[in-house]
């Protein structure tokens, strides 16, 4: 059966419905939000801008992490389904009608783009929260993030150019900078509107065409804003998203032939996978971000109650599930008791619990698997003796909630001091000289981010300076910018999002070489 209340946004555009299908479930199904609105969520995969079923007509279950409870079904996409929107993604890209035109078109479209998102900013947010679990006010922040992106990559299209270069007088030489082709794309759960943004924009504005897997465990955003495609101006087929699960749609993005990029954020497991199967199958250029065991590093000169604020923002934020979390807290030795009594306070009075309540900072873990992985972390942390110097331990018996858990009496070869637990859990220990701290903070194959709090200018510049990081954010943390290029040094990733870098990531040049009679 089809919603009869699908909305006139939806039915105004040309989407194939169920009518004819012998699977029951509709393309569009209407879903209550917790602030007692509803709204119209698309349940099909997107490809060649409609809403369709998956070929094999199979659904699976999205969760709402909150309460446990189903929130609707919504298709699930297969290797047929990803070589069919592959097929579709590779004719728009050779018609040129997205790759070869005047670039200020693309920079219309996704300017467009960016304003409907943002028309219907409170409800992608509502989207955000209900599916992934995090706090409202992260989720609204996570929409302008993504909606400046969108306008900022919006700006970029018709400003990549080239270089003519002096080879002497027998020839003109210069170079372009050209589209890859069809790009691959795979998310993660804990950012879904954001990555989406963050991988969508700058392939979309440098002329590629999209095939993008979101997280199983939260498609509903993605597919949500991807239905403004058509009516900003992006031709069908330029951006076209499968939902689906890694082991089948992800494999067949990383391993398709006719795929001439794959970019994928999540786990460091998953990326070495994708980057030998980009390997052996067509030698796609791969970009990467990974995870992390970011170090947040506290001088006796800090100033304590600010640095606490970013620390609680550091660790807690997103519920601890970010790849940079500053997870490895080290504090000068001068400092160490005080600070560590300021964050205990300031932890317990972290607002944990429902994502829509006002005043919630920390919400929900995302999935089942995600705080039963916190959790075991826990117990391997009180296992390998380390204090519990406030929570460690989950939150009623309905919903993924785990109380801000701080560990001191740490060892650096502690599992919980090494391996990414991606939850509202840190670890504690003390340093005394910059010698000791820039070894301890670079012990680790990871690579992401690093935090430095110290009111001394040369500190922080002889510190980061000697960090092996890609972001080191100086008296604050997990503070983003658009234009501010993102990525891991060592195991954290290959390449750069954001700023100019992830617009290279998404052209190749071409010389070309004039001989001149
Ligand atoms: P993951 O496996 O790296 O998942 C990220 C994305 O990759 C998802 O879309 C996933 O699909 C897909 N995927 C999984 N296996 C794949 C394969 N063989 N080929 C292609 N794509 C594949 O991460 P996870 O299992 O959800 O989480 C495990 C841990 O990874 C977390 O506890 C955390 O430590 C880390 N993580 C890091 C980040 C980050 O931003 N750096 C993000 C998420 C997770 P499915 O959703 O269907 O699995
Ligand atoms: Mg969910």
Known sequence: MITSTISKRLSSQSFVFTRQLSTKLPLSVTINLPNGSSYQQPTGLFIGNKFVPSRQGKTFEVINPSTEEEITHIYEGREDDVNHAVDIAEQTFKSGVWSKVDPIIRTNAINKFAQLIEDHAETVAAIESLDNGKALFAARGDVVLAVNYLRSVAGWADKVDGRVIDSGSSHFSYTKREAIGVVGQIIPWNFPLLMWAWKVGPALATGNTVVLKT??????????????????????????????FGKIVGEAIATHPRIKKVAFTGSTATGRHILKAAAESNLKKVTLELGGKSPNIVFNDADIAKTVQNIIVGIYFNSGEVCCAGSRLYVQEGIYEELLEAFKVAAEGVKVGDPFAEGTFQGAQTSQNQIDKILQYVKIGKEEGARVVTGGERIGDKGFFIKPTIFADVEESFRIVKEEIFGPVITISKFSTVDEIIEKANNTNYGLAAGIHTTSLNTAIDVSNKIEAGTVWINTYNDFHHQVPFGGFKESGIGRELGTEALDNYTQVKSVRIKLD
Do not use: D, K, M
């Open 215 to 244: 997280a199983e465990a939260t498609p509903l955003s993605a597919l949500y804003v991807s239905q403004f495609a058509e009516e900003a101006g992006i031709p069908a087929g330029a951006l076209n998203i499968v939902s689906g």
